[in-house]
């Protein structure tokens, strides 16, 4: 249920503008992280506050779109939301005792402060320069290829990113014993 949850205002917003245009999927895709987050609530009994930032950035972005009949605002949302996120990752490294990817629940790798410090650096870049891809697709290419990155680039970009991690992050996972 969580996966339909989080993948669910990306494909809402691919289907609406196909269907319609930039608009309809703009306030489909608000609609949509609005009901994410009131599904995380019902499901987790707690709001993500990841979660309520993005819907309430594609209210602000969204709304001001829609308002002014501009897709310039929505295509910038990624920008603000990446970059926000990279500069809260960094700044991590000055408030408190951890930085924030350590503080994570549900963490599966145990690392030394040292790592933990350098994997939320390496993580907070990544959101700076995700934010610096959007500005560049969204100001440099058509509403169609921005749709398409953005649907389809970011996941992959990501997912690549996080598989070359893995080789250095593997042997602080925990061992699983053989099972007979």
């Known amino acids: 249920?969580?996966?339909v949850l989080d993948l669910g205002p990306a494909v809402a917003f691919f289907v609406a503008y196909y269907l319609g245009d930039i608009y309809t999927a703009t306030l489909t895709v608000i609609i949509a992280l609005f009901v994410t987050v009131a599904g995380y609530g019902l499901l987790e009994r707690r709001l993500h506050k990841l979660h309520l930032a993005a819907?309430?950035?594609a209210l602000v972005f969204g709304g001001l779109t829609l308002y002014v009949r501009d897709p310039t605002f929505i295509k910038f949302k990624?920008?603000?939301m990446y970059a926000l996120l990279g500069l809260v990752l960094l700044g991590s490294h000055w408030i408190g005792d951890r930085v924030l990817l350590q503080r994570l629940p549900q963490t599966v790798v145990a690392l030394p402060e040292t790592l933990w410090r350098r994997l939320n650096a390496v993580w907070g870049a990544f959101f700076l320069a995700l934010a610096g891809l959007n500005l560049l697709v969204a100001s440099q290419f058509s509403e169609e290829v921005w749709v398409q990155f953005r649907t389809y680039g970011y996941s992959i970009i990501t997912f690549v990113f996080l598989l070359a991690q893995l080789p250095?992050?593997?042997k602080y996972m925990?061992?699983?014993a053989d099972k007979p």
Do not use: D, E, G
């Open 174 to 176: 925990p061992q699983q």
């Open 55 to 57: 819907a309430l950035a």
């Open 1 to 3: 249920m969580k996966q």
């Open 168 to 170: 250095f992050l593997t």
């Open 78 to 80: 990624p920008t603000m």
